[in-house]
């Protein structure tokens, strides 16, 4: 058994019984990334000496005690994440060559819990997209069919951890962005509630909805993930100073007894026959775990998209304000005054989907449109968002599908914007009410695509979310098959 | 049409954005899709509803006025597209 397809906790027991190296683990990696990082292409940078660095000093720790859960464990990370000394692009022309004078915090969490990292990884630029495609560093493909998307906007951290390139990854969640990609690739995401993992050193796209969170190989490395990154911190105002339990604790206690809603608007038409299905065999599968399951309604589900593409595109076109060629990122020698200098460095700075979304919102936010867009939209969020509530007076948690399909073709829906918005119609509202959920591994279409079942719970439940996943995980006994690439 | 060809020009340069010709066409087009899909926000009645700004309830986050470190500038400065001293350098602002 190669050392890179094993998961994080059979790498730590391995580590602790002194049946292997990280030193071994990350050679075990990096020879997996040369055999297939040319076709799948998960990493925008990869950064062999720090990893090596790390996992010698790994080792070193292990000998003398000094290990925790993630020490020596290769963990990609997605380059939207601040690390000092390694370029940091965002996915775009416009931070090609910026290297960050400080660390995101769960970096820095990453460096004091002794993680190795392999590299940075692909992803739509500044997070918008549902595919990886809009990478200005090219696109990332699905290790289960090279012609296929892998999901986005995190695609090449999912894709990373599908095809055995790490052992674990690192992700950001705006609508859908670790939960879709997660699903498309077969492995397990999660985005934690809002304010559960700080946002500091993570590069803004929509502050009241980016959260960061974990990809895996099964739901007890989301865990062990989520111990390592979740609490509040200092320097992200809107982290919350709320207690943190070990979430390993959850994995084995069972859902007997539970009450879980599965929303009736959720079962649209044009969800694809496959999915539903696979679906449909979760609610039996979680039925059988000794869980009730009652239908509920989430009545403001139908708005959620329009919702989305007015308050994210706004909250983008003000973040976004600060690319201007001034401080730092790519400026255009052209200009031959302070405004034409920061008109062309954004133009030829910005793919076109950032763009589109900057207009969206400027116009949006503009004088005299302010009211029917944004107001509007953050008043029907305040709608959805008491849809959740009411759902989880009836029910523990909710069982929904991730995503209306599997897995795409390539350029299939990049000529048409509003088609790819459609694709996170299941995943969005868990971002505007900010509660947590997850994506789990739940079978495969005939022709071998993976499909992803999601769970959601109430705010900061995620040990209630870890619980009725690993329940899930334990009674589907899903074939743990692995992409030939 | 929600916006004509003029306002994608308006809203471009407050987004201090410059577009060519055939891209403005494009724009125009596609922008005016989304925005006529984000009609159906106003099938929804929301008299009366207290717009949501944030994902979760937090007061304000206060901390004491103590002097912490900071990146330093030569560290930020590292990054500067065009630099000159410890400033940032950028093209003429006024005659």
């Given at each position: 058994m190669e050392l890179s397809t094993l998961t994080i906790h059979e790498l730590q027991r391995m580590l602790r019984e002194g049946e292997t190296t990280s030193v071994a683990i990350t050679e075990s990696v990096f020879k997996r990334i040369e055999a297939v990082e040319d076709k799948v292409h998960s990493y925008i940078t990869l950064t062999e000496d720090l990893a090596f660095q790390q996992a010698e000093q790994a080792d070193r720790n292990m000998q003398s005690g000094r290990g925790g859960p993630l020490t020596g464990i290769p963990i990609a990370l997605k380059d939207i994440v601040c690390t000092e000394g390694t370029r940091t692009t965002c996915g775009s022309h416009i931070l090609e060559n910026f290297i960050p004078p400080y660390d995101s915090t769960v970096v820095r969490k990453f460096r004091e819990a002794g993680a190795v990292f392999p590299g940075k990884t692909n992803m739509d630029e500044f997070a918008m997209g549902s595919s990886t495609e809009t990478s200005y560093f090219g696109i990332t493909r699905n290790p289960w069919d090279l012609s296929k998307i892998p999901g986005g906007s995190s695609g090449g951290s999912a894709s990373a951890v599908a095809a055995d390139e790490c052992i674990a990854a690192i992700g950001s969640d705006t609508g859908g962005s670790i939960r879709q990609p997660a699903a498309l690739c077969g492995v397990v995401g999660m985005k934690p509630t809002y304010g559960r993992v700080s946002r500091y050193g993570l590069i803004a796209f929509a502050s009241s909805l980016d959260q960061i969170g974990p990809f895996s190989k099964d739901v007890e490395d989301c865990a062990i993930m989520m111990n390592a990154i979740a609490g509040y911190d200092?320097?992200?105002?809107?982290?919350?100073p709320a207690e943190v339990p070990?979430?390993?604790?959850?994995?084995?206690?069972?859902?007997?007894d539970w009450t879980v809603g599965v929303p009736k608007e959720y079962f649209i038409e044009g969800i694809d026959p496959e999915v539903l299905d696979a679906v449909k065999r979760a609610m039996q599968v979680v039925e059988d775990a000794g869980a009730k399951i009652i239908e509920i309604s989430l009545?403001?589900?139908?708005y959620c998209v329009a919702v989305y593409y007015v308050i994210a595109p706004s909250e983008a076109s003000s973040n976004l304000?600060?690319?201007?060629?001034?401080?730092y990122g790519f400026r255009s020698r052209e200009g031959r005054d302070l405004m034409e200098m920061y008109k062309m460095s954004r133009s030829a700075g910005f793919g076109d989907e950032v763009k589109r979304r900057i207009m969206i919102g400027t116009h949006s936010l503009s004088s005299g449109y302010y009211d029917a867009y944004y107001k509007k939209a953050s008043q029907v969020r305040a709608l959805l968002r008491r849809d959740f509530d009411e759902a989880f007076r009836q029910c523990d948690a909710i069982i929904a599908p991730v995503t209306p399909t599997p897995a795409f073709g390539i350029g299939e829906k990049m000529d048409d914007p509003l088609q790819m918005y459609l694709c996170d119609i299941f995943t969005i509202s868990c971002n505007l009410a900010g509660i947590p959920g997850i994506s789990v591994p739940c079978g495969y279409t005939k022709s071998g695509l993976p499909v992803g079942v999601q769970f959601l719970t109430g705010h900061f439940e995620e040990g209630k979310l870890l619980q009725i996943a690993a329940a899930y995980e334990r009674h589907a006994e899903i074939e743990r098959r692995r992409p030939e690439i | 049409m929600k916006l004509s060809r003029e306002d994608v020009e308006h809203v471009a340069h407050l987004a201090r954005l410059n577009f060519r010709e055939e891209e403005k066409e494009k724009f125009t087009l596609q922008l005016n899709d989304i925005l006529v899909y984000m009609d159906i926000l106003n099938k929804v009645d929301t008299a009366g509803v207290e717009p949501m700004t944030h994902a979760i309830t937090l007061n304000n986050a206060f901390r004491d006025d103590e002097v912490l470190n900071s990146v330093g500038v030569e560290k930020i400065l590292t990054n500067a597209p065009d630099r000159m001293g410890g400033c940032f350098r950028v093209p003429k602002v006024i005659e």
């Amino acid at each position: 058994m190669e050392l890179s397809t094993l998961t994080i906790h059979e790498l730590q027991r391995m580590l602790r019984e002194g049946e292997t190296t990280s030193v071994a683990i990350t050679e075990s990696v990096f020879k997996r990334i040369e055999a297939v990082e040319d076709k799948v292409h998960s990493y925008i940078t990869l950064t062999e000496d720090l990893a090596f660095q790390q996992a010698e000093q790994a080792d070193r720790n292990m000998q003398s005690g000094r290990g925790g859960p993630l020490t020596g464990i290769p963990i990609a990370l997605k380059d939207i994440v601040c690390t000092e000394g390694t370029r940091t692009t965002c996915g775009s022309h416009i931070l090609e060559n910026f290297i960050p004078p400080y660390d995101s915090t769960v970096v820095r969490k990453f460096r004091e819990a002794g993680a190795v990292f392999p590299g940075k990884t692909n992803m739509d630029e500044f997070a918008m997209g549902s595919s990886t495609e809009t990478s200005y560093f090219g696109i990332t493909r699905n290790p289960w069919d090279l012609s296929k998307i892998p999901g986005g906007s995190s695609g090449g951290s999912a894709s990373a951890v599908a095809a055995d390139e790490c052992i674990a990854a690192i992700g950001s969640d705006t609508g859908g962005s670790i939960r879709q990609p997660a699903a498309l690739c077969g492995v397990v995401g999660m985005k934690p509630t809002y304010g559960r993992v700080s946002r500091y050193g993570l590069i803004a796209f929509a502050s009241s909805l980016d959260q960061i969170g974990p990809f895996s190989k099964d739901v007890e490395d989301c865990a062990i993930m989520m111990n390592a990154i979740a609490g509040y911190d200092p320097k992200d105002s809107t982290s919350v100073p709320a207690e943190v339990p070990d979430y390993t604790r959850f994995l084995s206690k069972g859902i007997e007894d539970w009450t879980v809603g599965v929303p009736k608007e959720y079962f649209i038409e044009g969800i694809d026959p496959e999915v539903l299905d696979a679906v449909k065999r979760a609610m039996q599968v979680v039925e059988d775990a000794g869980a009730k399951i009652i239908e509920i309604s989430l009545p403001h589900s139908e708005y959620c998209v329009a919702v989305y593409y007015v308050i994210a595109p706004s909250e983008a076109s003000s973040n976004l304000a600060r690319y201007d060629g001034v401080r730092y990122g790519f400026r255009s020698r052209e200009g031959r005054d302070l405004m034409e200098m920061y008109k062309m460095s954004r133009s030829a700075g910005f793919g076109d989907e950032v763009k589109r979304r900057i207009m969206i919102g400027t116009h949006s936010l503009s004088s005299g449109y302010y009211d029917a867009y944004y107001k509007k939209a953050s008043q029907v969020r305040a709608l959805l968002r008491r849809d959740f509530d009411e759902a989880f007076r009836q029910c523990d948690a909710i069982i929904a599908p991730v995503t209306p399909t599997p897995a795409f073709g390539i350029g299939e829906k990049m000529d048409d914007p509003l088609q790819m918005y459609l694709c996170d119609i299941f995943t969005i509202s868990c971002n505007l009410a900010g509660i947590p959920g997850i994506s789990v591994p739940c079978g495969y279409t005939k022709s071998g695509l993976p499909v992803g079942v999601q769970f959601l719970t109430g705010h900061f439940e995620e040990g209630k979310l870890l619980q009725i996943a690993a329940a899930y995980e334990r009674h589907a006994e899903i074939e743990r098959r692995r992409p030939e690439i | 049409m929600k916006l004509s060809r003029e306002d994608v020009e308006h809203v471009a340069h407050l987004a201090r954005l410059n577009f060519r010709e055939e891209e403005k066409e494009k724009f125009t087009l596609q922008l005016n899709d989304i925005l006529v899909y984000m009609d159906i926000l106003n099938k929804v009645d929301t008299a009366g509803v207290e717009p949501m700004t944030h994902a979760i309830t937090l007061n304000n986050a206060f901390r004491d006025d103590e002097v912490l470190n900071s990146v330093g500038v030569e560290k930020i400065l590292t990054n500067a597209p065009d630099r000159m001293g410890g400033c940032f350098r950028v093209p003429k602002v006024i005659e």
